[in-house]
């Protein structure tokens, strides 16, 4: 159906519009700019472990994540995979260089099964300057974003490698967690490998850590899964000289 055409209320375009309502950005528009974007978007479904776009690539498209998780990632010279975020059902990615189209900024990739909407970056940017308050609205989620993804590397860095465990841990839950009576769950299959990653730390590191906070009943695993208490998730995180940051 072209743009010229007459809107149906099929099921796929219901679909399509109840999906763009669960994303941030969308949620305030009435249903005539639901259906405008719903024209422009394209619904993709991808596994564990399949690539949505590479690092470097000429990047001409922007996504939002319906639901799943993604990992965005660069691979450093010695072929070392470095985490740069992990993206939750709701939001627009990738975060940053959006209006100036540059080449994607790193690779991602699916960790769960993920369903995802595309829309063709120069047709967003078109209906976005028709929609000044929307524009607006863009510009605000992607300076948070970046500024949540900056203060999370600044903490990654200052921290010792306890502290950037549970910061990266305490960050997951916070972002995907589900809360389980006295727990909450991270259902996201990262391993302590990809933990290492996130965090700039060894596999054996994290190791280390993770054995010290299960014996202390702060963590634990299941089927792949995190699961932390939720009364230390809520507390503050301690220094090392006890001292609340």
Not at 16 to 41: G, K, V
Not at 63 to 74: E, R, V
Not at 88 to 98: H, I, Y
């Amino acid at each position: 159906m072209g743009q010229s055409e007459t809107l149906t209320c099929t099921a796929e375009t219901y679909r399509m519009e109840e999906n763009l309502r669960n994303i941030y950005l969308f949620r305030p528009l009435d249903s005539s700019l639901l259906q405008e974007i719903s024209m422009l978007a394209t619904e993709h479904h991808y596994k564990r472990g399949q690539y949505i776009f590479m690092e470097g690539q000429t990047r001409d498209t922007v996504f939002f994540l319906i639901n799943g998780a993604l990992k965005i990632y660069n691979v450093d010279d010695s072929g070392r995979e470095i985490i740069r975020n992990i993206v939750s059902a709701g939001q627009l990615f990738p975060q940053t260089g959006f209006f100036d189209m540059c080449p994607y900024p790193g690779t991602a990739e699916a960790i769960t099964q993920s369903t995802i909407i595309s829309i063709s970056g120069r047709a967003f940017e078109t209906w976005l300057l028709r929609n000044v308050t929307i524009l607006q609205n863009v510009v605000q989620i992607m300076n948070g974003q970046i500024q949540q993804l900056q203060a999370r590397q600044q903490e990654l860095t200052l921290n010792d490698s306890c502290d950037r465990l549970a910061a990266i841990l305490r960050y997951l839950a916070q972002e995907h967690g589900h809360i389980q009576g006295t727990n909450v769950r991270i259902p996201i299959p990262l391993n302590q490998s990809e933990i290492a990653n996130m965090v700039g730390m060894t596999r054996e590191s994290v190791n280390r850590v993770w054995r010290q906070m299960h014996a202390e009943g702060i963590v634990s695993t299941d089927r792949g899964e995190w699961i932390l208490k939720k009364d230390w998730c809520d507390s503050p995180m301690l220094a090392r000289d006890g001292q609340q940051v």
